[in-house]
DNA sequence: TATGAATGAGAGTTCATTCAT
DNA sequence: CATGAATGAACTCTCATTCAT
């Protein structure tokens, strides 16, 4: 199922699209393609791939259910098309940093996922992951284009990031892939959380403060990671921890 | 208003028969829930709530889609059925556990986390949480549900052991909620990625060693937590962690 | 589709029954089709003849679905079984009464129905019409049985009535057929109407007062067909008859 | 996912083919309601509510199940725009007709009587009183839907007639809703008759002269009201009609 | 290009009927 | 005789996709 032409052609067209406002016809044709996957990217995250309807996703866009389909050969290629569109640029930016930052590796990481968290955790982008995580198997197409667009560089990013650490004398010698997983599990899980149960309105359920849960996961966790924390460490137990299988 | 043909259900017998002898009849109807409680799971872990076709499980249990309604309602009392079966139970047990514990806190915790692994994490039950994630916002009957049953549980679960090991003096005075969220979050996400991407052959993804995140998580967490890994920690660095850089 | 062998058992069961208490195993056996019965017109009444269930049926009998099948081969006959007990019998007796009487035709017609109205209208039985009148068409073997064992009868009894009337010269001479439908149709029409929207509770409707309803009616065809009435006289005493507004 | 088979649809598009020229679809779009309801009306009245599918009604309108729902969201919305196409504006018709009649009140009855009978009583409208008698007890929503918009206004308009008959002397002061019940039942009571058993080929049934059967009735019923078929009334027969024999 | 009427394969659920026990 | 677990056809309603205009 390779991307479709008119696909391909949208795909230019975003480039020339822009930001501007004017609602001349010529414009509006022009921008089609930007309102359709903005549209589809809101019911996507908001209902999941299977449960959005083309039909909602073309009024929200101002068009009627055959304009969608002159755009996109289908709903799998819309939904590739939004993925594409939403996550491409976000990771290179996040890898430069690491390259050029100055101070500790504690700050860098707090830089990282603070950042992280202003351009996508509190953006509807987030909810992409939402629906990844929800609909692969069923869309297994899908599965490696993300895994190779999304997952990898963002495990390089922060890999790198504890590397650093390590390689500074500022982090203990810990697995670089598992002290990544650790440091982004909880935002990602948040970020979950917050476009699924969160979203709904659930009796007895304290809403999530997402910043104070990122200010005492970074807190726990990069001490965990400093050397100088284990410094007034006595007993063994942490070396235990896992141990009690 | 004349429904069925007859002679013509031996066919699609043969396939759920074998392993049965004497009372057929009473050994199947005791068998029937366990048999499509364990289809369902499998069903609903697979392809989510929604895409999971009520006969789909009712033929991988070896009976007729009529034969489900015999015992669950409904799709979303089936789903309910199965989550309780895996899921309600052991938070009970966790929670008692936490009741009548002896050591440190520091192993609590670990006894916890390798507890749930054992009887959640490394079963096709685990795959439960990324169903609820995906769904809720489609079926916000489950959304309360799941929020009663088992998130509130949990939580509840987690925090008593972290309060405890704060007013044993063992742990920094964190807010127990938080501190909760980052103890559960890094398995949970683990889960969630194995049960979606992870189960998808993607190429060049390292298949990620479970036990080995999960030691590294609780080896960097529980230093995190600990009152005298904060012994040596003496820079402001990771208290300024969440600071805006 | 003739009564099946079961179903003729049933029949002759239900002579020897009778209307006992002591709940003997042997009883009870015995009382099965009665009680059946009993059940199925109930249901038959409320809900009609396709939305009754037949494990309803059963249930309210106090047996299993599969005792039903055992006396009644299918719904279609046990629904027969029930018109043939509910209706067989009460036409016969009003002739009789036709025949024997000594007074003026009016009270004639005014006793016959009252008589009606205790035997048949303010029981379960009349909600028997209802059923077939809305299933006749899915229905059609009881078309010929009911038109031959309830509707010809019951417009053989009142037209006998009318022509009684008529040849004492106490009515007009008003054709036989259509009089009878104007005196039957009013209290038919209302049983009919209590048996379906009567019994729903909607919102402003006036509960009917069937007695009140049926003085009138009387009271407005009566004197329709009184020769006397088309006299031309001029006092209002009768006026007042049915006054009352 | 993919429904279709492309270049099926001709084949059952055939049978509604032939009565169209130029701009087809378009007026499809408009005639189709009105086939529609058509196709229901019919189907209901012969099987009833429950009993008709939708399926059936689409087909037989020459469309596809599915754009049956184009139209009416639901089954029930099917049969309530059923109802209101044919009986809702009539009742309002009538009432405007008592308002401004001019003549005696039994004529006035007369007419109203007469109307019902061309535009409703001698067309498959009429079944629609049988579906409903038939089945609100199983589908509350039409209980109340047509005591609303059907059963309140009729019995309005004849009551406000006969109220007209007493109000100007015309008519003995009978209580109005009773004497309205009176003059509606047997008509209804007729046609309720008509689309039941009158429609299945019973042997030995007279087919009723709806035409004679009605004006029996008017002779009777007017009679009866009129104050001056009172006046040579003298015998107590109507006064002791109510009485229990 | 754009529209939107039309399609039809399913999905969940119900229930008359069967038959092993 | 009696039971009740099991069946599967049928029914309503949905929605991705097509195509005449």
Redesign the pocket.
């Given at each position: 199922m390779p991307p479709s032409v008119v696909g391909r052609r949208s795909a230019s067209r975003t480039v020339a699209a822009g930001r501007d406002r004017a609602p001349t016809r010529r414009r509006r044709?022009e921008a089609?393609p930007q309102e359709l996957l903005d549209a589809a990217l809101a019911l996507f995250v908001d209902k999941g791939f299977?449960?959005?309807?083309?039909?909602e996703v073309a009024q929200r866009a101002g068009?009627?259910?055959?304009?969608l389909?002159?755009y996109y050969?289908?709903?799998?290629e819309l939904f590739k098309a939004v993925v594409r569109r939403t996550l491409t640029h976000l990771i290179a930016e996040g890898q430069e940093a690491v390259a050029q930052y100055q101070g500790s590796s504690s700050d860098l990481i707090a830089a990282l996922m603070n950042a992280w968290w202003e351009r996508v955790g509190c953006t509807p982008a987030a909810g992409i992951h939402k629906v990844i995580l929800a609909e692969v198997r069923n869309f297994p197409e899908l599965a490696q284009f993300y895994a190779d667009e999304v997952l990898a560089p963002a495990d390089r990013l922060f890999s790198s990031a504890v590397r650093r650490g390590i390689e500074r004398g500022e982090f203990r010698a810990l697995p670089l892939h598992a002290a990544a997983h650790a440091l982004m599990a909880p935002v990602m899980f948040m970020t979950l959380h917050q476009h699924s149960i969160g979203a709904c309105h659930v009796h007895g359920a304290q809403p999530p403060d997402a910043r104070a849960l990122m200010r005492t996961h970074l807190d726990l966790v990069l001490r965990g990671l400093e050397v100088r924390a284990a410094a007034g460490a006595r007993t063994s137990a942490p070396a235990r921890a896992g141990a009690r299988p």
């Open positions: 044709k089609r299977a449960a959005t309807r083309t039909e068009v009627s259910k055959g304009t389909y002159l050969p289908s709903k799998a």
